[in-house]
């Protein structure tokens, strides 16, 4: 049974770079598709990025822009998120989850086990 714990999150200023990570089980981050996912105070949570065990990825180019970069660590059973030129309205709680093995999807329904979340606050 997968169990997901983000870390990471922080303070950061409008610009900044940052790396969340997600740490699985082992073998989980080889196995399943591994998802980002972020919501806002008083938003529906919103697909970041996901990447398929092939190493395929899904982006959402609405919200990314080629500003995130997903990647996984399989000898770390680890799932990364990198982001940069961060804005305020990106400011969110973001949640690593997992689905069944499968294209990537940009679908929060589609994944099954979901982590506690890390804060993100971007200031201006």
């Known amino acids: 049974q997968a169990q997901l714990v983000e870390s990471g999150g922080g303070v950061v200023q409008a610009g900044d770079s940052l790396r969340l990570s997600c740490a699985a089980p082992p073998r989980a981050v080889m196995w399943y598709t591994m998802g980002w996912f972020r919501q806002a105070l008083g938003k529906e949570r919103e697909f970041v990025a996901a990447?398929?065990?092939?190493?395929?990825?899904?982006y959402n180019e609405e919200v990314v822009k080629g500003r995130f970069t997903i990647s996984r660590d399989n000898s770390r059973n680890t799932v990364y998120l990198q982001m940069s030129s961060l804005k305020p309205e990106e400011t969110a709680v973001y949640y690593c989850?997992?689905?069944?093995?499968?294209?990537?999807?940009?679908?929060?329904?589609?994944?099954?086990?979901w982590g506690k979340g890390t804060q993100v606050t971007v200031s201006s």
């Open positions: 989850a997992a689905a069944q093995p499968g294209n990537p999807s940009g679908e929060a329904r589609s994944y099954e086990k």
């Open positions: 990447i398929a065990r092939s190493g395929h990825t899904r």
